[in-house]
């Protein structure tokens, strides 16, 4: 009874009040002391009356029922990070690079009723390089200061008639579930349709499907359109809640490819005199990876430092070209499953190696040999929490072609690269 009489107090005060803000906070803490004082409440009642109070709010601001706030604003989300990095770059003596780069990220999202909402977000980078967000600073010498460019990053709807499955539509993005970014760079944001299911069987095992279908470009001389089509079922598993499996097999069909004129950006794809594709890149491609929590409980030492591990991999095969048909990664993390606090920490180590005709030049990770194909490399990935939302991370790749230099490659494109990136990461 004195419980209920609490709840009804701080309700009837919540009317009165227009913000939910620290200030507001302060007085129900206020309010809830002096019923202690009098003996209605006791200290612990008072402490389960304001957890049940702002839960209750929570939960109205998110189903945007909260009546002190308008409607707009509890249907709005964002998030948004920033990025500052150095990076060295070298791959011949007198090509040695020192860049100080920046990255910012700002996105939101509105639901428009209980089913569809509408996502949109801007970046830094620019429109001729979709596998970057980042500018460059002092990247214009003649004029000191000058302004960065800020680009459409994405901008879709979507549409989720139940819990276990969406359609969205726009410029999204990636649905497709990679644990490396061995074929896809994680700025590349995909444009088109995708359907998502996500359908839990039971507490232990869920079943996903991704599908997507990605517009590449026109053709105006031919009047065609070229297309990329991904269907990926795959499984997530959850043993005792100590083992993480989660495991997918991606189709790639891409329509109107060969005897097109060739993308942007990239040639390390094997083309025809005429400067088109030569081959189809109708590919398979098997992923799979483990996590273990406390995979050192039997040994104290190591799980107060090391409170999870995982393994990793991806394997890719295009049976159409005779020659640079396939590629692979595989690697290991450990530390913490997430660094998101002070203290907390990763690390990744893998082994990548990519065939000059196992997939489309345009995608993979622009960091590692410049985003080629036809390459091999080791990544080294060492993050350490600095503070709530923030961290610092240190990347090497080291990466070289898989061909033989040639006299004719005095550019040095077929030589060793070395890339260091120090960032550090804010999040909001």
């Known amino acids: ?22 200030a507001y906070a302060g007085e129900i803490d206020l309010l809830l002391q002096k019923l202690v004082e009098k003996g209605v409440l006791t200290p612990g009642e008072a402490q389960q009356v304001k957890t049940e109070t702002k839960e209750e709010i929570r939960k109205e601001i998110v189903s945007a029922k909260y009546e002190l706030l308008p409607e707009w604003v509890q249907r709005l989300k964002f998030k948004g990070d920033f990025r500052m990095r150095y990076q060295y770059t070298r791959q011949r003596a007198k090509d040695d690079t020192n860049q100080a780069r920046i990255r910012v990220r700002l996105g939101a999202e509105a639901k428009v009723n209980d089913q569809m909402k509408v996502g949109l977000g801007l970046a830094t980078g620019s429109t001729s390089d979709p596998r970057s967000t980042n ?4 990247n214009d010498p003649t004029t000191p200061g000058a302004s960065k460019t800020v680009i459409l990053d994405y901008a879709y709807g979507s549409y989720s008639p139940t819990t276990w499955l969406t359609l969205t539509g726009g410029k999204f993005k990636n649905p497709i579930w990679q644990p490396t970014d061995l074929l896809w760079d994680t700025d590349l944001n995909p444009e088109g349709l995708n359907m998502q299911m996500d359908y839990r069987l039971n507490p232990s095992l869920g079943l996903f499907l991704n599908t997507e279908m990605f517009v590449l470009g026109y053709d105006d001389a031919k009047g065609l359109n070229s297309l990329m089509w991904a269907f990926q079922p795959g499984i997530k598993y959850n043993w005792r809640d100590k083992v993480d499996l989660r495991a997918a097999v991606t189709g790639y069909y891409f329509s109107n490819i060969t005897g097109v004129g060739k ?54 095969y295009n049976p159409d070209p005779d020659t640079g048909k396939s590629g692979f990664d595989a690697g290991i993390k450990f530390g913490h499953e997430k660094v998101g606090d002070w203290g907390q920490w990763q690390s990744r180590i893998l082994f990548s190696k990519l065939g000059r005709d196992a997939f489309l030049d345009i995608f993979p990770d622009s960091d590692r040999y410049n985003g080629k194909t036809n390459m091999k490399s080791v990544e ?16 090497y790749y080291w990466a070289k072609s898989l061909s033989q230099q040639t006299s004719g490659s005095a550019s040095g494109s077929y030589l060793p690269q070395q890339v260091v990136q120090v960032d550090w990461n804010l999040k909001w």
């Not at 500018?135 to 002092?138: D, E, F, M």
């Not at 050192?296 to 430092?305: D, G, Q, R």
Request: a positive charge.
């Open 135 to 138: 500018v460059t600073l002092g």
């Open 263 to 316: 993308f942007a950006k990239q040639s390390t794809n094997s083309l025809t005199r005429n400067n088109q594709y030569k081959y189809h890149y109708n590919v398979v491609n098997p992923s799979l990876e483990v996590g273990i929590r406390d995979p050192f409980s039997s040994i104290p030492v190591l799980a107060k430092y090391i409170p999870y591990a995982g393994m990793f991999s991806d394997f890719v």
């Open 1 to 22: 009874m004195r419980r209920f009489l609490g709840v009804f107090l701080i309700s009837m005060f919540s009317l009165m009040c227009f913000n939910f803000n620290k």
């Open 380 to 395: 080294a990935i060492l993050e350490y929490g600095l503070g709530k939302n923030t961290s610092l991370c240190l990347d």
